[in-house]
């Protein structure tokens, strides 16, 4: 069964750190594939902020660099991919996903929501 469960989001004040965390397993997808954290704000696209490789290369978004930092962990059963959110703005406000981002496919967890006040 392929699971993908994004965590860690909540409520933060501008300028301060979020860590949300995803679990990925039920699919080699995830273990071979890059991963991307992806975001929706309200009345917006949803968009890719940051990837990882399956060996450790990143890419960002231009909006989060230098401020979000991906990281990933490959075990056996599970993948487990995080975003290190520091600096948060008002318009980081969204809700984030974590998805394939090398490989198409429909596998989307239900997010998890940021909010950060000014």
């Known amino acids: 069964q392929v699971q993908l469960e994004e965590s860690g989001g909540g409520l933060a004040q501008a300028g301060g750190s979020l860590r949300l965390s995803c679990a990925a397993s039920?699919?080699?997808?995830?273990?071979?594939?890059?991963m991307g954290w992806y975001r929706q704000a309200p009345g917006k696209q949803r968009e890719l902020v940051a990837s990882?490789?399956?060996?450790?290369?990143?890419?960002?978004a231009d909006s989060v660099k230098g401020r979000f930092t991906i990281s990933r962990d490959n075990a056996k059963n599970t993948v487990t991919v995080y975003l290190q959110m520091n600096s948060l703005k008002p318009e980081d406000t969204a809700v984030y996903y974590c998805?394939?981002?090398?490989?198409?496919?429909?596998?989307w967890g239900q997010g998890t929501q940021v909010t950060v006040s000014s």
């Open positions: 990882i490789t399956r060996g450790g290369s990143t890419n960002y």
């Open positions: 998805h394939p981002s090398s490989i198409n496919t429909d596998y």
């Open positions: 039920g699919s080699i997808i995830f273990s071979i594939a890059a």
